[in-house]
Nanobody
Framework: QVQLVESGGGLVQAGDSLRLSCAAS????????MGWFRQAPGKERELIAT????????YYADSVKGRFTISRDNTKNTAYLQMNSLRPADTATYYC?????????????????????WGQGTQVTVSS
């Protein structure tokens, strides 16, 4: 089982940037695709970005496309989410998650059930 710990959240103003990190430990990080989710109060959890196990393939939800960038450094067992041009609507708790099966792509449409490990979340608040 892989353990995930997110960091990097905080309170920022609209238009600012933040970079979230997701540190992984346990099973071979470089064999598993990763995803970033977010959940705002009263809303369903939303998958917003995914990256393949080697980092060569990424997918984004329309709500963040062009503003957010997912990446990973397998030498550091860490995934990242660079968030630019933040908006109040981006306010949410952000979670990283690891695909359940090795060397399997995950897409924006991938079911939550296909993610096997989750972090505890990091809060991002964007003020107007």
């Amino acid at each position: 089982q892989v353990q995930l710990v997110e960091s990097g959240g905080g309170l920022v103003q609209a238009g600012d940037s933040l970079r979230l990190s997701c540190a992984a430990s346990g099973r071979a990080f470089n064999m598993y695709a990763m995803g970033w989710f977010r959940q705002a109060p009263g809303k369903e959890r939303e998958l917003i970005a995914t990256i393949s196990w080697r980092g060569g393939t990424t997918y984004y939800a329309d709500s963040v496309k062009g503003r957010f960038t997912i990446s990973r450094d397998n030498t550091k067992n860490t995934a990242y989410l660079q968030m630019n041009s933040l908006r109040p609507a981006d306010t949410a708790t952000y979670y990283c998650a690891c695909a359940r099966r090795p060397r399997e792509l995950v897409f924006i449409s991938t079911s939550f059930a296909d993610f096997g490990s989750w972090g505890q979340g990091t809060q991002v608040t964007v003020s107007s």
